[in-house]
């Protein structure tokens, strides 16, 4: 085992054990001042609710990311937690399914026709109507950026249940883009009387849970909705807490203080099973873990480093000592076993084939063995963040092999990755996770990631025949074409090396078995839901 893997688990297993006594120690504190509305905790044998009629049937989920606003336009966290809705959704198999919208046809990919489900009400009361996901999808537009790039409205209309949405080009994508989160609906009576900082902070939408506590960046308290359209929810009330720290995830689960917590650690799997109580699931997702380059940094706008550092990722390693098999090693930004990912060869590690292009790119070792151009050695930044504990790792794997090709890496770890890229420049690398596929196309991540303007574009990636191709894959329908010319794009995202790829990650979700009809999906969209229930 190398030096940096057998450093990095022994200092995950001293903070283990530090994190456990302070876990210990929390457990002696009143559970009732820890879980809303008095409710009994997961470990206590009488807060098994679900049996009798009597008693708050309650659950407590531990996120891996914290949110600081519930703005349903700026954060997806209030349509995992159940508070809001969207037209469309993703079933288990990444088909489009109607949800808000019981039917739509479009005739030219530009003037589409809605059919707004019947019987539906907002959480303060107010029918749902096209009037309202109208005024819904305005506000959202207004407010999201990306989602106005995405959607392309160029006009609505309304007459009772009908919603007719006109864009400014043929966007065969629109279903898929209206899967987005951003375009849940509202109410935005309710933010009228409320205000937008009031309703930023508990939304009115039309899910099975509304909000009746937030505490920015801790917890989401909800509780059930009655007037749910598709039934009053199973459970009263869900504490949906959040922490970036996996350890402390894991902890939470096997302490009893939660009952589902998201991505905790691969190495954490092992000890979670052992407990009776407790299981994992773990599931192929739709996500990649790769390194975003800056194209605006000296070194890394050379194309030849940035292959050289693709051929330093050891994709290996990472899925297997990293991640310990919960993950596949990565040739593209779109898993393989997609219809639209590619079927190459994944990249090897090949420290003498980076060493070579990076001469070729004009760098020479020095005595010490490290590479300099020009009088400047080749010193770059990486910077990493814990929410997925998995990523510092792979930045400290990845520091200790280009070392050995003579780069030097430093490394800096933030706490919120997408503040840090929106303030900063000042960076070569990132890790970096994405949903690549989370609409069952490649378009999502091809527009998003790799056009220029696009919402998770953090490194202002500009390369006019992506951008061309991709121009191409939005004004196209038909699903093989969309494939073979998503096929086209990759190929150019292999020769230009905008990101390395590295993994393919499972996603690994820790359960207390009190938790029943509930399993996490691949799109990672739907988290709490009127189903789940407790045992």
């Not at 085992?1 to 297993?13: A, C, D, I």
């Not at 998995?390 to 520091?399: G, K, T, V």
């Amino acid at each position: 085992m190398s030096t940096w893997m057998f450093n990095s688990k022994r200092t995950l297993v001293l903070l283990y054990a530090c994190l456990l006594v302070v876990v210990i120690a929390l457990a002696g504190c009143s559970q009732k001042e820890q879980l809303p509305g008095n409710a009994q905790p997961a470990s206590d044998s009488g807060g098994k609710a679900g049996n009798a009629s009597d008693k708050v049937k309650q659950a407590t989920l531990i996120y891996h990311f914290k949110s600081s606003s519930l703005d349903p336009a700026n954060d997806y966290i209030v349509l995992k937690a159940g508070v809001v809705e969207t037209l469309v959704r993703l079933d288990e198999k990444l088909e489009v399914q109607p949800w808000l919208a019981t039917k739509w046809e479009t005739k030219d990919n530009k003037t589409w026709k809605f059919t707004i489900r019947d019987g539906v009400s907002f959480q303060d009361g107010l029918k749902l109507d096209a009037t309202a996901v109208k005024a819904s999808l305005e506000r959202s537009i207004a407010a999201s950026k990306s989602l106005k790039g995405a959607l392309k409205i160029a006009s609505m209309a309304a007459a009772g249940q009908e919603l007719t949405l006109v864009t400014s080009e043929p966007h065969p994508a629109l279903l898929s883009e209206l899967i987005n989160p951003y375009s849940a609906n509202i109410s935005v009576e309710a933010e009228k009387k409320m205000g937008t900082q009031a309703f930023n902070a508990a939304p009115v939408g039309t899910g099975p849970f509304k909000v009746k506590k937030f505490t920015p960046n801790v917890e989401i308290l909800l509780e059930r909705y009655d007037g749910y359209w598709d039934g009053a929810a199973k459970l009263n009330e869900v504490a949906f807490k959040f922490n970036e720290d996996g350890n402390v995830r894991a902890l939470a689960l096997q302490s009893k203080e939660a009952d589902i917590a998201t991505q905790i650690p691969a190495e954490s799997v092992a000890s979670v099973q052992k407990d009776s109580a407790l299981t994992v699931e773990t599931i192929a997702g739709l996500r990649v873990h790769f390194l975003l380059f800056n194209p605006s940094r000296e070194a890394v706008k050379d194309v030849k480093v940035r292959k050289a550092l693709d051929m330093l990722l050891n994709r290996e390693s990472i899925a297997k000592d990293i991640m310990l098999g919960n993950a596949t090693p990565a040739n593209g930004p779109f898993n393989t076993r997609l219809p639209f990912g590619s079927q190459d060869p994944v990249q090897k590690l090949d420290i003498e084939g980076a060493k070579k292009l990076l001469e070729e790119a004009g760098y020479t070792a020095g005595a010490n063995g490290k590479l300099a151009k020009d009088g400047k050695p080749l010193t770059l930044e990486i910077v990493t963040y814990k929410a997925r504990p998995e990523l510092p790792l792979i930045a400290q794997l990845l520091q200790s092999d280009a070392a050995k090709a003579g780069v030097t890496i430093n490394f800096q770890t933030v706490e919120n990755i997408d503040t840090f890229l929106r303030e900063n420049k000042n960076w070569d690398m990132v890790t970096y996770s994405n949903l690549s596929a989370p609409r069952g196309d490649g378009g999502y991540f091809l527009n998003s990631a790799l056009m220029p303007g696009g919402s998770l574009n953090a490194g202002n990636i500009s390369i006019e025949k992506l951008t061309a191709v991709i121009t191409r894959l939005n004004a196209t329908s038909d699903v093989q074409q969309r494939n073979e010319i998503t096929q086209e794009a990759l190929a150019i995202i292999k020769e230009e090396v905008p990101h390395a790829y590295a993994v393919y990650p499972n996603v690994i979700v820790g359960l207390n078995k009190r938790i029943t009809d509930w399993k996490p999906g691949a799109e990672e969209y739907y988290i709490v839901t009127h189903k789940m229930d407790v045992k």
